[in-house]
């Protein structure tokens, strides 16, 4: 048995001795010959090495440095008996910091002070169990010292989290942004455009930053019943927030007025406290809205531009834009279904509708998959397997004719997912104007696997949207 004596600060050369040991003596095992065997055997014993090395933090023995770590604005301190070689193996901080200093202090905040044992811990054996309120804390130590595989770690876990509806959105948006994390900024940016229903009834939603609030108003991917919801979160926000008159006006301007019908229009106007307060801002959207919703669209197209936001729909709940699906053991066999849905968001159009006819396939071969029987020889060719194939999803209207002129549909499918008893929205698929189904999807899914993500209790539960589009079919004046 070794036993490793303190070493002088600045000195590395027993622990540098002992870690060229090591490493002699594990690839002399890796390449012993046992009992005459061409190859070598490979003996394992990494589990005894980590419980070694974390009994080595646990007791401290042979550590040359002190931490002291305090939290900050109060007078507690943790201390830690480490191991220069350890630290300085991971983090250049750490050696350059403790190069010829044995006992530091280091300042933290209370909450990455709480998690310091974790950090540690991670130094000596190269994992750790987090929770969700750990998770900025310890990616914050990661960052500071600069163990960039704890960094990715910590990323990874949060993505993860926000994917299954369990990070706190909100507040790990802001973080990546103080922090310029880009990947998971988007992905924080991504569950609450797809969420913003079940984030606008959260206390979540008081934490939204105005510059968060501006991102997620331009975003035509947000899902909610509708507009008139989207407006009513705007309006509680508007009330908590208590936002500069430059702010709040920028962000009234961003709902898209013509996509609420005019009577709900009458009603905010005449009940909505942000519209008695700011209305002046956007009466010349309100009127807009009217103009809209009053003529055909045809008729309004040629006098206005129909291309702006204003007039597109975002990915709407509500029955006039689309229906629920429930495939149940979806991997079993094909299914369809039909639903109808408005022609347009045009109060003109309020009564005409369009029957789309929808086909799902689990398992769709492309054509260069298609079992074929015989070559040219006659010789008998394998077929292709069933689990070659891909789920896909085919959406077409009933009919086409004189009503749709002027408009074309995007389409867009929503896969939901449980978590926490809610159903969140895990995946979104979007097909172009001109295309029947998305190319991609449900590309990576494994249907026949019971706890798929894809899967709520081996169901596939769809949302399937038609977000009308209008377009300018007469030149507008300049």
């Not at 292709?384 to 549909?409: I, K, M, N």
Request: glycine share 6%.
């Amino acid at each position: 048995m070794l036993r490793i004596g303190y070493s002088k600060p600045g000195s590395w050369g027993n622990f540098w001795a002992i870690l060229t040991l090591v490493g002699l003596i594990t690839r002399a095992a890796q390449r012993a010959d046992v009992s005459g065997e061409a190859a070598g055997t490979s003996i394992n014993h990494s589990q005894v090495l980590l419980q070694r090395l974390q009994e080595l933090l646990r007791r401290g023995n042979a550590s040359d440095v002190v931490l002291r770590v305090q939290a900050a604005g109060t007078d507690e301190v943790r201390v830690f008996h480490a191991h220069r070689l350890l630290l300085g193996l991971h983090s250049e901080l750490f050696r350059d910091l403790l190069s010829n200093q044995s006992e530091v202090v280091l300042q933290e905040p209370r909450d990455c002070a709480a998690v310091f044992d974790k950090f540690i811990r991670y130094l000596y054996c190269g994992e750790l169990t987090v929770l969700l309120a750990q998770a900025i804390p310890l990616h914050r130590l990661a960052t500071k010292y600069g163990v960039a595989s704890l960094q990715r770690g910590v990323a990874d876990y949060m993505r993860a989290h926000l994917a299954g509806g369990a990070g706190p959105a909100v507040g790990w948006y802001h973080y990546a942004v103080s922090t310029g994390d880009e990947v998971l900024r988007e992905s924080c940016l991504q569950f609450l455009a797809w969420n913003l229903s079940a984030v606008a009834a959260s206390a979540e939603w008081g934490a939204v930053s105005p510059e968060l609030l501006a991102q997620l108003l331009q975003r035509s991917d947000l899902v909610l019943q509708d507009e008139l919801e989207l407006f009513h979160a705007l309006e509680a926000w508007l009330g908590r927030a208590r936002p500069p008159l430059a702010v709040a006006e920028r962000a009234l301007r961003a709902i898209r007025y013509p996509m609420i019908p005019p009577a709900q229009l009458f009603q905010l106007q005449a009940r909505s406290d942000a519209l008695a307060r700011y209305g002046q801002a956007v009466a010349d959207l309100l009127l807009q809205a009217y103009q809209f919703h009053a003529a055909s669209p045809l008729h309004y197209a040629k006098f206005f531009d129909v291309n702006g936001s204003a007039f597109l729909p975002r990915n709407y709940l509500a029955p006039a834009w689309g229906a629920p699906w429930v495939i149940n053991n979806p991997a079993r066999d094909d299914r369809s279904t039909s639903f109808q849905t408005q022609l347009g968001p045009s109060g003109h159009d309020a009564g005409r509708r369009v029957t789309w006819n929808v086909l799902f396939s689990p398992r769709w071969l492309p054509v260069s998959l298609r079992p074929v029987y015989a070559d040219a020889a006659g010789t008998a060719l394998p077929a292709a397997r069933p689990e070659d194939g891909r789920p896909r999803l085919v959406v077409t209207p009933a009919s086409s004719g004189g009503d749709a002129a002027g408009v074309s549909f995007q389409k867009t499918v929503l896969v939901g997912a449980r978590q926490q008893g809610r159903l969140l929205v895990r995946h979104a698929y979007s097909f172009h104007q001109s295309s029947e189904e998305a190319g991609d999807f449900l590309v990576h899914a494994d249907l026949q696997r019971r706890n798929s993500e894809y899967l709520v209790e081996n169901a596939l539960h769809l949302h399937l949207i038609i977000k009308p589009v209008y377009h300018t079919l007469i030149r507008t004046p300049k």
